[in-house]
């Protein structure tokens, strides 16, 4: 199944409640979160007030995508703010497996994202422990940027490696109804769209452009 997961990074912060409202009634499933430290990625973002202050306007899955360069000390404060799934980076890690169960502890998922840089065989050893694997098709830190397509073979490596576990495969960076379907047709089942969708209201359009696109190409 393909869920769509606007980035309300992209949202008006002025008015992010109203948008958290408007992607779920345009048919979004998640809502991808992006905290940045200022560290990891040359940007900061929002601290889990924010989050917390949009957490009942909305029955969203709620991504937490960490772009941090110690992702502990925030797994905590973001799970309190409404978080149900975290996601960290592997390349600000040393024990991935000591993070995924501190993060499974707290009855939420995990999951490990990668940079377009990083091979995905950092991740095939712990795969199994995982609810989700993000594979970034930009360079983390901005929205707005150009689609990676390069970073697809990663996405058909972890599905030939993940052993009948179906867990989600995300992708983040450039995503539109055309990337859509180029993500879906590599395995693709969870889409970040950001710029893409908040670019235009009312918000429906986009969103069931994105899905068609990529439930088009998964299922050819």
Known sequence: ?????????????????????????????????????????????MGPDIV???????????????????????????????AELITFHAECVEDMDELIDYI??????????????????VILPILHKLDMVLIMSVVPGFGGQK???????KVRNIR??????DIDIQMDGGINAETAALAAAAGVNVLVAGSAVFAKKPY??????????AEKAANA
């Open 1 to 45: 199944m393909i869920k769509i997961a606007p980035s309300i990074l992209a949202a008006d912060f002025g008015a992010l409640r109203e948008d958290v409202i408007a992607i779920e009634k345009a048919g979004a499933e998640w809502a991808h979160i992006d905290i940045m430290d200022g560290h990891f990625v040359p940007n900061l973002s």
């Open 52 to 82: 917390k202050s949009i957490r009942d306007a909305s029955k969203l899955f709620f991504d937490c995508h960490l772009m941090v360069e110690d992702p502990k000390m925030f797994v905590e404060p973001f799970v309190k703010a409404g």
């Open 104 to 121: 499974h502890s707290f009855g939420v998922k995990a999951a490990v994202a990668i940079k377009p840089a990083t091979s995905e065989e």
């Open 147 to 153: 689609f990676m397509p390069e970073v697809l073979d």
């Open 160 to 165: 030939k490696h993940e052993h009948g576990k």
């Open 204 to 213: 429906t359009e986009t969103i069931r452009a994105i899905r068609e696109s």
